[in-house]
């Protein structure tokens, strides 16, 4: 079954910083593009950011611009999203997703992690 896992999320200080992974199992990362999602408590799940399979990313939400950086690492078949300078509003479950090009619609995906929970909070 192909299959992507999210890990990494938690409980952090504002300031803070996580590293959530998102690892594939199945399938090889190496030709996808990968998205990040999340989705608020009450609120609809929205694009964060992607990553091509050649490395470059595109941020689609305009506050985490700055705060967030994607990477990949294909050997570990494991993409990465390094969350710094955390805030409240951060708080949501983080899912990551595969597509072929990048896209901030949820609909354009393939393959869906089950999500990690991202608690910012004092």
């Known amino acids: 079954q192909l299959q992507l896992v999210e890990s990494g999320g938690g409980l952090v200080q504002p300031g803070g910083s996580l590293r959530l992974s998102c690892a594939a199992s199945?399938?090889?990362?190496?030709?996808?593009?990968i998205g990040w999602f999340r989705q608020a408590p009450g609120k609809e799940r929205e694009g964060v950011s992607c990553?091509?399979?050649?490395?470059?990313?595109?941020t689609f939400l305009d506050s985490v611009k700055g705060r967030f950086t994607n990477s990949r690492d294909n050997a570990r078949n494991t993409v990465y999203l390094q969350m710094n300078s955390l805030k409240p509003e951060d708080t949501a479950v983080y899912y990551c997703?595969?597509?072929?090009?990048?896209?901030?619609?949820?609909?354009?995906?393939?393959?869906w992690g089950q999500g990690t929970q991202v608690t910012v909070s004092s």
């Open positions: 997703a595969a597509t072929r090009g990048c896209t901030p619609h949820s609909s354009t995906y393939y393959y």
């Open positions: 199945g399938f090889t990362l190496d030709y996808y593009a």
């Open positions: 990553i091509r399979s050649g490395g470059s990313s595109t």
